[in-house]
């Protein structure tokens, strides 16, 4: 089966394996019909954008062994879903994302300009 595009309409790269990121926990930005938080964006994480994500109520550094999750660092790559990204984004604390492995369906709901913006060198 074909890898889904990204947001350059390209093949969908993977955005990382340790730690093993991804609704299906893949390491790629892939959604389906389980995925109700859309986690699209590959984002890397910041001190910044962590503490904002705890404060919404979503403690991303907070290691969850029950979930088999290590809790993330400054410099992780995540899968994000794309409602907190844009959300992050219009509290100027968006984090930079990965093009290539941020998912096209991303689109729907960010504009690719905002999206380069924020792309990581």
């Known amino acids: 089966m074909p890898r889904p ?4 309409g390209t093949e969908l790269q993977c955005c990382c394996t340790n730690p093993v990121t ?9 959604t389906g019909p389980d995925d109700l938080g859309l986690h699209l964006v ?14 919404r109520g979503n403690d991303l550094s907070t290691p969850r062994p029950e979930w088999d999750f290590p809790g993330l660092r400054s410099g ?6 794309v409602q907190r990204w844009k959300e992050a984004l219009l509290a100027g ?7 290539e492995a941020t998912h096209m369906s991303s689109l729907e709901f960010v504009e690719l ?4 913006e924020h792309a990581v060198d």
């Open 5 to 8: 595009k990204n947001v350059l």
């Open 22 to 30: 991804g609704f299906y926990r893949n390491g790629f930005c892939e």
């Open 42 to 55: 590959c984002a890397e994480m910041t001190d910044e954008f962590l503490r904002f994500s705890k404060e």
């Open 93 to 99: 604390m968006a984090p930079r994302v990965d093009l």
């Open 76 to 81: 992780d790559r995540w899968c994000l879903c």
């Open 113 to 116: 300009e905002e999206l380069r």
